[in-house]
């Protein structure tokens, strides 16, 4: 049995609805599985980052033949490494959930949770070589 | 009909609308970014393959597509209303209580609006729309 992290501790008076929530400084470091709950909602601001970059390669077109430059520096290819890792971090976790989020009945039995979440890497597989594909071809010159 | 029947038949359409742009955004971003940012950030940059956003001619040949602008729209503004909800509530895990207030709410998901509109204004702006 997981100890709940707060340690319990709860405020407010006995007889009243409303009662205080205190977190220790630091909870998620006691427990791995804590630290990688937070990393998980950690995911969003790298991806945010990289998203905006992104905004600002669409931008940048607007510099015409001569002053668009894409990134390709050393630096950007680590960036983006440590964002893909950011990335597949939360595709692993979100595609995982399905199997609890989704139930869906075929000839009134439940199809098993498993094959739920092996549709959704399924899916994943196929959109990334699809838009993999697309950006490759039309990026022939 | 007591008045609090009658607020429990209520649709919580705000509701349904967050958690429906919560929803999307956490699967486009998980099933598209990481292709995006293997390819165009990893991949393409170190030359391994060609890549559409590498070369001028070829990043507005498909930029001037209506569809290729709708695509990019959906990619980038969606998750943003993920970000928001889960930086929102990392800084509440974290110890920031304020972070569940209504300015919080209106920072983030502001944000996530503020972030769709200006991605709209630089599709429309950057390349014209071409059918061609």
Redesign the interface.
């Known amino acids: 049995m997981v100890p709940p992290p707060h340690g319990g501790r709860l405020g407010g008076e006995a007889g009243t609805r409303e009662f205080g929530w205190s977190m220790p400084r630091g909870w998620w470091t006691r427990r791995p599985h804590y630290f990688w709950y937070i990393v998980r909602e950690f995911t969003s601001l790298p991806l945010a980052l990289w998203l905006l970059w992104l905004l600002v390669e669409i931008r940048r077109a607007q510099d015409g033949p001569t002053g668009y430059h894409p990134h390709s520096s050393l630096g950007f290819v680590i960036f983006s490494v440590i964002v893909l890792l950011f990335a597949l971090y939360h595709s692993v976790t979100f595609l995982s959930l399905a199997g609890a989020i989704l139930h869906f009945n075929v000839a009134d039995r439940p199809i098993p949770s498993q094959l739920i979440v092996l549709s959704q890497f399924g899916a994943w597989a196929a959109a990334s070589a699809v838009v993999g594909f697309v950006l490759i071809y039309f990026g022939r010159t | 009909m007591t008045e609090h029947s009658t607020k429990a038949r209520k649709p919580a359409i705000a509701h349904l609308f967050w958690w429906f742009m919560f929803a999307q955004g ?2 486009l ?14 991949l ?3 030359g391994v ?15 001037g597509n209506p569809l290729v602008k709708l695509y ?1 729209l959906v ?2 503004a969606f ?2 209303f ?2 928001a909800h ?2 929102r ?2 800084l509440v ?3 920031l ?1 304020a972070a569940r207030g209504v300015p919080a709410q209106i920072v983030f998901y502001g944000g996530a609006v503020a ?1 769709t509109m ?2 709209i204004y ?2 429309l ?3 014209p729309i071409s059918f061609g």
Request: no cysteine; proline share 9%; charged share 5%.
């Open positions: 956490g699967v971003a998980a099933m598209l970014l990481p292709v995006h940012i293997l390819i165009q950030g990893i393409g940059p170190l393959v060609p890549v559409v956003d590498h070369h001028y001619d070829t990043w507005v040949n498909v930029l990019l990619l980038i998750p943003f993920h970000f889960r930086l509530y990392l895990d974290l110890g209580p972030v200006v991605t630089i599709l702006t950057t390349v």
